[in-house]
Structure formats: C-alpha cells, structure tokens
C-alpha cells in the first residue's frame, strides 16, 4: 500500500505541474519558452501514463488476487499469459544481447549521463541503457541515479513488471 500512496502523490505532483505548465504557456509570446513549456508539458504527461499504468497494474494485482496467490512469485500466477511490452523493442536490440560487455559495479559508475555520458543501470545483474528513455530524464528516476544496480528498488516499486525491462536495450552483465 505504500507504493499505491507513493504512485499517487507523484501523479498529484505532476498534475499539479501541468496546470502549471498550461497556465503560463497561455500566457506566454516567446516562441522559444512555447517549445520548452511544450517539450515539458509532453514529458510530464509521459510521466503522468506511465505512473498511472504502474498505479493501476499495483491495485490490480494487490487487490484482485486471494490472500494465498499474493504471497506468490509473478512468475507463477499467470504462466499461460504473455506479458506483452508497451513498446516494440528495436530490431537491433536482440543483436545487441548476444555480443555483451561484462561489467563491474566501479565501471557501470562511469555510466552516469553526465557530461555527455550514457546512463546505464543495472537490474539482476542485466545492465540496461536508459539514456534515450523519458522516465530517466536527467539520468535519474524519481531520485535514483544512473549508474548503480537497483535490483531491489526495482523489485519494491515494479514488482511483476518485468515488461517495463524488456523496453529498454541491454547493454551488458554485471561480473
């Protein structure tokens, strides 16, 4: 239930940066600010769907399920069902798997996004590359940063979402 009442005073947040973001954009002449209140405006609504998506497969699968199969892995509740991911991986991110760099923690810190860096992250030892991905934005996600193994944070905040994973390109393992 934490993670409900988290998901939702961060949507609250957002929301109440998009009115923001819509009331000065009314106001506003300069054509530049108009696309940076636009470019902002698109990315907290990005933001907005994603945690909407998360918040309602959380209720879903806290409160729709007996007491008995809650306590079980996510592998084991639907294993007829096949998660689909929202975004269709690229072509070139299955030939990316097969030729990976093997990575040590001190190394996956280089990848920060940083001064024109990448940012990577690492999750059950898969390292991922977040760079181009909206929900890490600055290289940071809600106040996680790139460059460091969130295998635990993941499993608190996304438990059962392993599809949000399977958008993201794999760089490499951590070793």
Request: hydrophobic content about 35%; aromatic content about 6%; glycine content about 4%.
């Amino acid at each position: 239930m934490q993670n409900i009442a988290l998901l939702r005073l961060q949507i609250t947040n957002l929301v109440t940066q998009a009115r923001h973001d819509i009331f000065t954009l009314s106001n506003q002449d300069d054509p530049s600010m108009k696309q940076q209140i636009l470019q902002r405006l698109w990315e907290t609504m990005s933001s907005i769907h994603f945690l909407s998506e998360l918040l309602a497969n959380q209720a879903m699968t806290t409160m729709s399920l007996p007491p008995t199969q809650q306590q079980l892995p996510v592998d084991l509740r639907n294993t007829n069902q096949q998660q689909i991911s929202p975004n269709t991986p690229s072509p070139n991110q299955t030939s990316q798997q097969t030729n990976q760099r093997t990575f040590s923690i001190e190394e996956l810190a280089n990848y920060d996004g940083k001064n024109g860096r990448a940012a990577y992250v690492a999750v059950d030892d898969i390292v991922y590359d977040v760079t181009n991905n909206r929900a890490w934005a600055a290289a940071s996600h809600f106040g996680l940063t790139a460059g460091k193994e969130y295998s635990g944070e993941f499993a608190s905040c996304h438990a059962g979402q392993q599809s949000i994973l399977d958008t993201l390109p794999v760089v490499g393992r951590l070793g």
